[in-house]
Antibody, heavy 117, light 108 residues
């Protein structure tokens, strides 16, 4: 069974950094691109970025390119999202998702990040 | 960068009613993906490559379209179909995925 489990969310002060993790299981993690999507409270889905199998290609939505960094550890079957200079606009549920032959075919349950003083 | 505009933003349908959700792209695209998201849950891939149902999706759902206009149709609304539906498209310049703003489908 494919499972994606995000962790690392919580309450963080404006201007601080936070690193999210996404633990993958039930499939060969090395064979898939992985991505991050977020959803602000009551809003729609916003794609953050994606990383290819060997980390040689990382794409970001232009507005977040300078704040967020995506990485992965294939030995640990884990995807990461490093977020910096956080502001209230970054308050959202953050999802990781698998990208394979089918787009975003599996999603994690999401992790909440709240940016507030 | 492609912009996806979904309409309507919100709608309500009665059980048994035919429902059509629309997604319009700012420039011509060759396919569209759709996701279903129920309240409090993660999105699920629903329709991919314009017209292919994802695993487990009932056959009352269908997708169609070309160019700048795509649609998701429910032939006969059921209670469980109440959800928000998002369209999605890839653009290569810059390389980005884009989601539409979503259509919230409610049960009347």
């Amino acid at each position: 069974e494919v499972k994606l489990v995000e962790s690392g969310g919580g309450l963080v002060q404006p201007g601080r950094s936070l690193k999210l993790s996404c633990a993958a299981s039930g499939f060969n993690f090395n064979d898939y691109w992985m991505g991050w999507v977020r959803q602000a409270p009551g809003k729609g889905l916003e794609w953050i970025g994606e990383i290819n199998k060997d980390s040689s290609t990382i794409n970001y939505t232009p507005s977040l390119k300078d704040k967020f960094t995506i990485s992965r550890d294939n030995a640990q079957n884990t995807l990461y999202l490093q977020m910096s200079k956080l502001g209230s606009e970054d308050t959202a549920i953050y999802y990781c998702a698998r990208e394979g032959e089918l787009p975003f075919d599996y999603w994690g349950q999401g992790v909440m990040v709240t940016v507030s003083s | 960068e492609i912009v996806l505009t979904q309409s309507p933003t919100t709608m309500a349908a009665s059980p048994g009613e035919k429902v059509t959700l629309t997604c319009r792209a700012s420039s011509s695209v060759s396919y569209m993906h759709w996701y279903q998201q129920k309240s409090g849950a993660s999105p699920k891939l629903w329709i991919y490559d314009t017209s292919n149902r994802a695993s487990g999706v009932p056959n009352r759902f269908s997708g169609s379209g070309s160019g700048t206009s795509y649609s998701l149709t429910i032939s006969s609304m059921e209670t469980e179909d109440a959800a928000t539906y998002y369209c999605q498209q890839w653009s290569s310049n810059p390389p980005t995925w884009t989601f539409g703003g979503g259509t919230k489908l409610e049960l009347k």
